[in-house]
């Protein structure tokens, strides 16, 4: 099924590939390391599933540390809980015989919410774990963790492999980390932003505060020959700016609104998503891309109906180059993320969650083309084994359980989707013996739609030096692991603690400046004080 492919053999190679819109492949830093891997996730969150309270396996099999030196004796390995009763029995894993491909699933790379509820409910509020749905994927894809974003206009796909001992059995871990270009505002084209703003009864106090922020954050990243709309939703959903010109980052007209936005009424919120949907197709040119940004706290369920109708406005704006980005807003009191999460799925954006003005100034000001802009849609990896390989069959190896369907997301500028997944002999494996890659997508811009595909070989394993975020994803694979095992209450759960609290540790040593791992370590220290 595969067309002819380009053969990387050496470590450290990097191709340049041609097409309408090239794509930038490059294989790197096949080392020794010791990990777990996941990949399965997707998005599309439902009203009608159940957030997260399965115990998933932790995916730890190996010891702790990244350097196998031998000097300090690592913490036992983590027993993963017993399955519930009726549960369905462990899947065999998935045995390669170099044809038929394996989907890695990316979906829940758009769940960015996730990660920052956990930090605010612990860091910001002193609160235990939030009820939110726990896995690696969103957790991989909130923190940096690729390389510097390519220079030129070109998506780039990284990929890592290496070897860990594991009695008489090798065992292998895979990497891929898919990059876009950074973007500033005099390069990308100009927008129109639909933004819907909750002001019902509930927004009052600081969230209406975290509100205006955010609006006008939004605002700031703008220029002349952008547009914006704004609908608030209160006693009714109403447009108080259609299609508005702005004129610069501090906008006089946009200014006077955000100050007199109030908290009012109860009205629902899915007439404004109309609103917005309807805006955003009575304004399509075909050249500027619209963005529907919600705004709320959450605390509200749309029917399934509702969520049916939103979906295929979003559909018919999606195809055309229009996304949704669902934007929760805190303080978590009354919070509920389900709301953000189907409205985001529904609309093929990101969920994010701000949790203070800071926050709403960094997500949507700061990281303005990340969340608001689209560089590839509907992005897709396939991985072809070579026969005598096998990975664990989808969601096996997930170490954790996450309520979403399988589905392709976005990636924004300046953005990475990563997958870290382990495979393991089943059979003999051929000397030259190769991993097949296939990644498609469509443009942010124009909907063409792209393929490229690569060859890993087996035989490219060396000890050279691993690059720094592989020791990193070590890191976050086990700190969601542990965030898992400590919401489920499992018995296993102080063990899978100190596992990540030494993967984090280990990580520090080769980043000793990245103020992500603190953070981490600093929320399970939190969390094991409780």
């Avoid at 920052?116 to 939110?132: C, F, K, S």
């Avoid at 500027?288 to 109906?305: C, E, F, H, Y």
Wanted: glycine fraction near 8%.
């Amino acid at each position: 099924r595969f067309h002819p492919m380009r053969r990387l053999t050496g470590l450290s190679t990097r191709l340049a590939l041609t097409s309408t819109a090239a794509a930038l492949l490059a294989l790197a830093g096949c080392s020794s390391i010791d990990t777990a891997g996941g990949y399965h996730d997707g998005s599309n969150l439902s009203a009608e599933d159940d957030a997260g309270d399965q115990p998933g396996d932790t995916g730890y099999d190996e010891e702790p540390s990244l350097d196998d030196t031998g000097d300090e004796e690592p913490p036992p390995a983590p027993t993963p809980s017993p399955p519930q009763e009726g549960a369905d029995p462990p899947v065999e894993p998935i045995c390669g015989d170099g044809h038929d491909s394996i989907e890695f699933i990316a979906g829940a790379g758009d769940a960015l919410s996730v990660p920052a509820i956990v930090r605010a409910a612990v860091l910001d509020e002193g609160d235990d774990l939030p009820n939110v749905p726990i896995s690696r994927r969103p957790f991989l894809n909130y923190y940096r963790l690729a390389p510097s974003a390519p220079d030129v206009d070109t998506l780039q796909v990284n990929a890592d492999l290496w070897e860990i001992e594991k009695g008489p059995d090798d065992q292998f871990r895979l990497q891929l980390s898919i990059s876009t270009k950074e973007l500033d505002a005099e390069s990308r084209p100009v927008m129109h932003a639909i933004l819907v703003a909750d002001a019902t009864i509930r927004s009052q106090g600081s969230r209406l505060e975290i509100a205006r922020a955010a609006i006008e954050a939004v605002g700031s990243a703008l220029r002349p020959g952008d547009h914006l709309s704004l609908i608030v939703v209160g006693e009714q959903a109403e447009v108080v700016l259609e299609h508005h010109a702005i004129d610069g980052p501090e906008d006089a007209t946009l200014l006077a609104t955000i100050a007199e936005l109030d908290a009012a009424g109860d009205s629902s919120l899915d007439e404004g998503l109309a609103l917005a949907h309807a805006l955003s197709a009575e304004h399509q040119d075909g050249q500027s891309p619209n963005r529907i940004v919600l705004l709320s706290g959450g605390g509200i369920s749309l029917s399934a109906q509702t969520l049916t109708d939103l979906g295929v406005l979003a559909e018919v704006n999606h195809g055309q180059g229009s996304d949704v980005v669902a934007v929760g807003l805190g303080p978590l009191e009354g919070y509920d993320d389900e709301l953000i999460a189907s409205v985001a799925a529904a609309g093929h954006g990101p969920a994010l969650f701000v949790g203070n003005e800071d926050d709403a100034w960094n997500l949507l000001g700061g990281q303005f083309s990340s969340h608001m802009l689209t560089a590839a849609r509907d992005v897709e990896v396939e991985v072809v084994l070579p026969a005598g390989l096998a990975t664990p069959e989808p969601g096996e190896d997930e170490g954790g359980q996450f309520p979403y369907s399988p589905a392709p997301v976005r990636l924004g500028y300046a953005d990475t989707l990563v997958f870290h997944q382990h495979v393991d002999p089943c059979d003999t494996l051929a000397d030259d013996a190769e991993i097949a890659v296939t990644v498609r997508w469509r443009d942010g811009a124009l909907g063409e739609e792209h393929e490229q595909q690569f060859l890993l070989p087996m035989s490219a394993l060396s000890d050279a030096e691993q690059p720094t975020h592989v020791h990193k994803a070590a890191a976050i694979v086990a700190y969601a692991d542990a965030l898992g095992a400590l919401q489920q209450g499992r018995t296993d759960a102080t063990t899978v603690l100190f596992h990540a609290q030494a993967m984090i540790e280990s990580a520090i040593e080769y980043l000793p400046d990245d103020p992500e791992l603190f953070e981490m370590a600093d929320i399970l220290q939190q969390l094991s004080a409780r």
